[in-house]
């Protein structure tokens, strides 16, 4: 175990940890320091707790490894069922797709950066059905 410093904003944390956590904490309160972009917070792979709509979810996102962009799952806490994500991020946006068959769309997410959370709007690809979403950025 060793002591770990993490300046997060104006505020110091100082907690006591192995050597692989200090390195998945550092990057993550370097990430959320105001001046860094969701774009340089998903360059490593992330997973983020939320809701979409009145259901809670976790999403598991993760550059994508031979070219630009970020693919994941996400699913709904009580369900089993792994919905696909892929899509982009520009600067503090967030656009994605869905998949549940892993060929048709089945949802469009756009959101952006906003603090520590991540929030925007959930479409129908018909345009039928939005709801809003929110995930929460790990704590350091």
Do not use: C
Not at 60 to 80: I, S
Not at 82 to 109: C, F, T, Y
């Amino acid at each position: 175990m060793r002591l770990a410093y993490f300046v997060l904003g104006s505020v110091l944390l100082v907690s006591t940890v192995g050597s692989a956590a200090v390195a998945q904490n550092a990057a993550v309160a370097a990430a959320v320091q105001p001046g860094r972009h969701l774009g340089q917070l998903l360059s490593k792979a992330l997973v983020l707790r939320g809701t979409l709509g009145t259901q809670k979810i976790q999403v598991n996102l993760q550059p994508k490894p031979d070219e630009d962009g970020l693919q994941g799952t996400y699913f709904a806490f009580g369900q089993t069922q792994k919905i696909l994500l892929a899509g982009e991020v520009q600067d503090d946006d967030l656009v994605m797709e869905e998949s549940r068959n892993g060929q048709d769309v089945s949802g469009q997410w756009e959101g952006s950066l906003q603090g520590s959370v991540i929030s925007g709007t959930w479409t129908a690809p018909d345009g039928s059905d939005s709801k809003p979403f929110v995930l929460q950025l790990p704590s350091p």
